[in-house]
């Protein structure tokens, strides 16, 4: 296809399908979405043009209307493999209706058990037992691609990431030192590599491929991500401050190109959890409900920024050996991420903050046997979820005697300039990339920490202590924001 034709005035003598498939790729989302009405008008059960808006609406962070054209595709042809593996990958991402929707992914994914998609559906179920923390069923699927084709090298970079979940590090080197010496072209290799080695003066071997990489121009925008990503790794662990820097502001620049993210709904979002969760949800829960025994359970939930490092607060509140720490813990986001810019979002919220012990009991322990299968019940467990500050509301209404603890930065820069520096799995991170969204994502997260604040006076706070490594990027980083602010 002739590199640039997308900027012509006319469609004329272009097959109107590889046009709307590259406009997608390159997130011309309106000027996609508006070929496809054109073609949906001719025939409305055109199952590619269907699965063409599926991928805009799914763009667009819509996922229910997503789900919902996937299924009407599909209606027009069920046993059409790629639309089921689709749909298995955007139930998994949404799992709005926790646990409905992550069993109907697991249940798709199992049905594809040969042709085009095998080693896609294998690969896409053990990056959710991965996610889930069944580390052996992950790896047991890897297997099966590998029997199927020893050169897959995405199910070794997979099992890769599986042996960095078990801090098996020198295993997971083994496999992605053995994906780079095949010269395929995968970038998440390097910066896998990036999170389990220091790159020394000894390593220029790597980046110097990094480099040489990064200059071959077909490389995706989620690709330049991750080489920027490893690069600035490299850099930084040279002592480089300033290319380390640049590096990562480029990193999130890629990425944050490859997005549709709009900023203005995670606002209304966070406004909507603040109109939701007030004084009277909770006035009502004390007044008309009996709590049960199993909401007496008292877990840990550590609450800061999204992307702010907790380590040192994990270390000082295990040290009694009184509680016992998961990390990431997804459950609260499964409950909500399908609805979370969904207009039905605040009648679901009210629903759930109706319900009473009995019925509350279900998601009660639905996240128990989350924490059980990671450390046991004998001691409280210590929750990091990066979204945890969304969901105080629904954490009080499922433990009202949970411990709460805010990780608190005095100064915001400190704060934001760790999320800037991440590479993030969760689409709910995606305001970190742009210094624009980042500091009015910021400027909401306070205001509605305040909210929590004054609904829960037990909440605690402790003091975020800045990183002597977050220190050296402070001054760019700082003059980066400062210029962006002054252009808005």
Not at 124 to 135: C, M, R, V
Not at 328 to 349: K, W
């Amino acid at each position: 296809m002739a590199q640039g034709f997308i900027n012509k005035q006319t469609t004329e003598g272009i097959e109107t399908r590889s046009l709307i498939a590259e406009l997608i790729e390159k997130n011309e989302i309106q000027r996609a979405k508006k070929l496809c009405d054109n073609e949906i008008e001719k025939n409305q059960a055109d199952t590619q043009v269907l699965f063409f808006l599926s991928k805009i609406a799914a763009k667009q962070s819509d996922v229910d209307t997503a789900i919902e054209i996937l299924l009407k595709a599909l209606n027009n042809e069920p046993t059409h493999l790629g639309l089921q593996f689709e749909l298995a990958k955007l139930l998994y991402s949404s799992r709005s209706s926790y646990p409905d929707a992550a069993k109907a992914a697991l249940n798709l994914l199992n049905q594809i058990n040969s042709g085009e998609y095998y080693e896609q559906a294998k690969i896409l179920l053990a990056e959710i037992f991965t996610a889930s923390g069944y580390y052996e069923e992950a790896v047991n699927q890897l297997k099966m691609v590998l029997v199927a084709n020893p050169d897959n090298m995405e199910a070794y970079l997979q099992w890769a990431k599986v042996l960095i979940k078990e801090a098996k590090n020198t295993e997971a080197f083994n496999k992605i030192e053995y994906v780079l010496s095949k010269d395929i072209l995968l970038p998440e290799a390097f910066y896998l590599m990036s999170q389990i080695v220091s790159f020394s003066d000894a390593d220029g071997q790597y980046l110097k491929e990094m480099k040489e990489t990064l200059r071959i121009k077909k490389l995706s925008r989620k690709e330049k991500g991750f080489l920027n990503f490893a690069l600035a790794k490299a850099f930084q662990d040279q002592n480089d401050y300033k290319k380390a820097y640049e590096a990562y502001a480029e990193a999130a620049n890629q990425v944050n190109k490859g997005l549709n993210y709009d900023i203005n709904l995670d606002l209304k979002f966070l406004d909507n959890i603040k109109k939701t969760f007030n004084q009277n949800v909770f006035q009502n829960q004390g007044e008309n409900r009996n709590l049960s025994e199993v909401s007496n359970f008292k877990p840990v939930f550590v609450i800061s920024f999204p992307g702010l490092g907790v380590q040192e607060l994990v270390k000082d509140l295990l040290k009694d050996n009184a509680r016992a720490y998961i990390g990431e813990n997804s459950f609260l986001s499964q409950m909500l991420a399908g609805s979370r810019y969904s207009n039905n979002f605040l009648n679901l919220i009210t629903k759930f903050t109706e319900l009473d012990s009995e019925n509350l009991d279900i998601f009660r322990l639905h996240y128990l046997d989350s924490v059980a299968k990671v450390v046991g019940d004998s001691v409280p467990s210590i929750d990091t979820s990066k979204m945890n500050f969304i969901y105080v509301g629904l954490i009080k209404l499922l433990f009202p005697h949970a411990e709460i603890i805010y990780l608190k930065s005095t100064v915001k820069e400190d704060a934001m300039l760790e999320t800037y520096l991440q590479l993030f799995d969760e689409p709910e991170m995606n305001f970190s990339y742009n210094l624009k969204n980042l500091n009015q994502f910021y400027i909401e997260f306070e205001k509605l920490m305040e909210h929590w604040l004054a609904l829960f006076p037990d909440i605690q706070i402790r003091n975020f202590i800045e990183g002597s490594v977050t220190k050296d990027f402070l001054p760019f980083f700082t003059k980066d924001l400062n210029n962006v602010l002054k252009m808005h």
